[in-house]
């Protein structure tokens, strides 16, 4: 009994770590682990992994005719990243350490390959239904990769932290798929409306996406911090305080934009806004206020997004196949310049309790300004990464070396399907 007291009074210790003061700035050093074992640490990945597998692929099944091809692209999506992100990272880091290192498998790594995989997820509904099988293995051949070198420049050179993956994973996943399908020409206005339409069905089995993405989203901000259970707390209530003021904010936007009636497809969405929003903010020490305020704007200014903004793109001939930007893309840029914000409003580091945002080495400090200014680099950075590699990708599947798909043809699933119950349409 009395050994067992002395260890939890050690974990009691460990667990809120130390902080230090140096000049202006408080430095925290995050503590040690404090459970012991990898049993929580395996809930948090499959957490993060059942977002993956079950909420997107769940999510992608809002097509009436592309249900088949969006729930298994999906799946075929997770099951080959899981695997080839492994391989990629240790490529990535051989180009910038100037040696190979084996990829260590471990829980860390497992979680960092759900959220690559989320990436090449993200993207996968900007060019939802446009793609061959053989196109989606090229893409997630490529974009891990080029995922993890803007990973590598906004983690350790521009010393901008991203823990939830505003930047890294929303907002590259989604512009870097919409670049692909500018570059495969593929418009709105040369898919046959049918093909695009959903139904009852199809649209509650995509809800039941959204309720997983949902409930999980905490997990995936969080699921790294494993090592430090003080911090890991304050990234899932800051996250689910954001998350439910979205959902909040959603509904009611959606019934205001629609005078009085919902849109299915702004609730499957606008809903998870929050937990895009508030990704890179949600380590820092902000009043409960702070979360539900960006969480709730996140909702609104994606439901606008899907109700107002994403038609007017489509008249304009930019063509988003699950309307992914309102989601992932804007969302994810607006939530790194409100954290960006935050280093301007704070006038030292405590608030920045992981790995300090100003004093990012032992010899290197910046002041709030300059950390405002390095947030912002970073957006530009993510920005031109993922749309100049997207086109790039989105021009090499589309040579007729690579099986597409015939615009007539696209977001049905009978091409690559054997469907006996269903004509073709």
């Known amino acids: 009994w009395y050994q067992r007291r002395v260890r939890e009074a050690v974990v009691s210790t460990q667990s809120t770590g130390t902080v230090t003061k140096v000049g202006d700035n408080h430095i925290r050093t995050a503590a ?80 960092t390959g759900c959220y690559i995989t989320a990436a090449v997820l993200i993207s996968l509904g900007a060019f939802y239904g446009f793609t061959s099988p053989a196109q989606v293995i090229l893409v997630c051949i490529i974009e891990p990769f080029m995922m993890l070198i803007n990973e590598h420049v906004v983690l350790h050179y521009i010393h901008a932290k991203d823990a939830g993956g505003s930047l890294v994973v929303h907002c590259f996943g989604a512009y870097f798929g919409i670049a692909v399908v500018f570059g495969m020409r593929v418009k709105a206005k040369d898919l046959p409306d049918a093909h695009r339409t959903t139904t009852y069905f199809s649209d509650m089995g995509a809800m039941i996406g959204t309720v997983v993405l949902w409930m999980f989203w905490p997990s995936f901000n969080g699921a790294t911090f494993y090592n430090d259970v003080t911090l890991q707390g304050r990234i899932v209530m800051n996250t689910y305080l954001a998350i439910c003021a979205s959902c909040a904010t959603a509904f009611a936007t959606s019934t205001l934009a629609h005078k009085g009636r919902m849109e299915m497809i702004e609730i499957q969405n606008a809903t998870l806004a929050g937990g895009v929003i508030i990704g890179m903010m949600c380590p820092f020490d902000i009043q409960p206020w702070t979360a539900v305020l960006i969480g709730g704007l996140g909702g609104t200014v994606s439901c606008f997004g899907y109700a107002i903004y994403h038609p007017f793109l489509e008249r304009l001939g930019f063509t988003d196949s699950a309307a992914v930007q309102m989601l992932h893309g804007i969302p994810g840029w607006l939530g790194a310049i409100f954290a960006a914000f935050a280093c301007l409003a704070n006038n030292n580091n405590y608030m920045y309790s992981y790995e300090t945002q100003w004093q990012t080495t032992e010899y290197h400090s910046r002041t709030k300004e300059q950390q405002f200014g390095y947030i912002i680099l970073a957006i530009v950075s993510t920005l031109l990464i993922s749309i100049i590699s997207g086109l790039i990708t989105g021009v090499l599947i589309n040579q007729p070396c690579c099986p597409r798909v015939n615009k007539k043809d696209m977001l049905i699933d009978h091409d690559f399907w054997n469907i006996h119950d269903q004509p073709r349409p």
């Open 32 to 111: 040690s682990n404090t459970w012991e074992s990898g049993n929580v640490g395996y809930a948090m990945y499959m957490d993060a992994a059942a977002m993956c597998v079950l909420g997107f692929g769940f999510l992608y099944v809002f097509s009436k005719y592309y249900v088949w091809g969006g729930v298994s692209m999906n799946f075929f999506i997770c099951g080959f990243c899981f695997l080839w992100v492994n391989v990629a990272k240790a490529i990535v880091n051989a180009i910038f350490d100037g040696e190979f290192h084996k990829t260590k498998i471990n829980l860390e790594e497992m979680v």
